[in-house]
């Protein structure tokens, strides 16, 4: 059985800092792509940051350039997102995705989600 499970959100001030964590179990970790994703409230679930299985490839969204960084343990099934200078607006439920393609097959899985808030 796959999990994906999150931790590392909170309550932060303005320009604060949070280091996300997803430990991941029942997968053959080092053959997946990893992200994050995030939703706010009453908004659509938004890609942050992604990884790829090697940790070669790393891709941003461009909001999040030079204030977030992610990154992998292939030897501890785990996948960071460091936060810095985190603003009012990156207030959202913050989600793990795990994502590979093999033999014309798409296997996919999420975490629960954790809770990161921002605000003074």
């Known amino acids: 059985q796959v999990q994906l499970v999150e931790s590392g959100g909170g309550l932060v001030q303005p320009g604060g800092s949070l280091r996300l964590s997803c430990a991941a179990s029942?997968?053959?970790?080092?053959?997946?792509?990893m992200s994050w994703y995030r939703q706010a409230p009453g908004k659509e679930r938004e890609l942050v940051a992604s990884i790829a299985n090697s940790g070669g490839s790393i891709n941003y969204v461009d909001s999040m350039k030079g204030r977030f960084t992610i990154y992998r343990d292939n030897a501890k099934n785990t996948v960071y997102l460091q936060m810095n200078s985190l603003k009012p607006e990156d207030t959202a439920v913050y989600y793990c995705?795990?994502?590979?393609?093999?033999?014309?097959?798409?296997?996919?899985?999420w975490g629960q989600g954790t809770q990161v808030t921002v605000s003074s």
């Open positions: 029942g997968l053959i970790f080092s053959t997946y792509a």
């Open positions: 995705n795990a994502k590979k393609r093999a033999f014309g097959k798409e296997y996919e899985a």
